[in-house]
């Protein structure tokens, strides 16, 4: 699940978030280009979502107690059907209110970020650029949003029992965890290594492929392809 949900998750942000800017400017051509970005970026984000029955997978499969119950992704995905549509989507708000603002950040920065870093003289440090700043962003985003991922992995855990609000739920995990804030934060450093080093390839990989991308076209124009 962890595979499968990360390429289509990303392939959805950076796509549509793409595709979402060029229909909006093309339809409302006066907005502000900042407010397209944003909403480009709340809308790949929350379409992001569609993809969330992976996401509640991948949480049950992580957990000891239904190692015996569910085989793998398959297995499980068909076992939550007796539950109902619902319960593949438990934890649908706190997914949202992390996709659309993190879209919107990370999309919103990630250029002046880089505009930001030492000007590059050659394709390396062009791509070296992209990464950093990839990994800059994306490391503090997933940590500034990281109690939001607790609280989401805390209402995915529980299976065929009542649903909870975000709100409900953070407020059990403040209690359980001592009623400190920071212990919301236990393994963020963890979170924040991964994250540096995956978001940094993913961003420069990105930067590559729409290089890729536009030196295509531009040869199939001047060959009237």
């Not at 499980?76 to 992390?98: P, S």
Request: charged share 15%; glycine share 6%; aromatic share 14%.
């Amino acid at each position: 699940p962890p595979l499968l949900q990360r390429a289509s998750s990303l392939s959805i942000m950076f796509g549509l978030y793409r595709e979402y800017q060029i229909v909006l400017t093309r339809h409302i051509s006066s907005m502000n280009p900042l407010l397209i970005g944003s909403l480009a970026a709340i809308g790949a984000g929350t379409t992001e979502a569609a993809l969330m029955p992976l996401e509640r997978v991948q949480t049950l499969l992580q957990i000891t107690k239904y190692h015996d119950r569910f085989q793998n992704m398959c297995h499980a995905l068909i076992a939550l059907r007796r539950f109902g549509l619902r319960e593949y989507y438990r934890g649908f708000t706190a997914v949202i209110l992390r996709n659309g603002p993190s879209n919107v950040l990370f999309f919103g920065f990630r250029k002046p970020l880089k505009d930001a870093l030492p000007v590059p003289h050659s394709p390396i440090g062009n791509t070296v650029n992209d990464f950093i700043s990839g990994a800059m962003l994306g490391a503090s985003l997933s940590t500034l949003f990281f109690p939001l991922n607790v609280v989401k992995s805390n209402m995915q855990k529980s299976l065929g029992t009542q649903f909870y609000s975000v709100w409900t739920t953070l407020w059990w995990v403040y209690e359980k965890r001592g009623r400190r804030w920071r212990n919301l934060y236990h393994g963020v450093h963890i979170n924040y290594t991964r994250s540096f080093i995956s978001w940094g390839i993913i961003n420069a990989a990105y930067e590559l492929l729409m290089q890729l991308t536009d030196h295509y076209q531009k040869r199939k124009i001047f060959y009237n392809i």
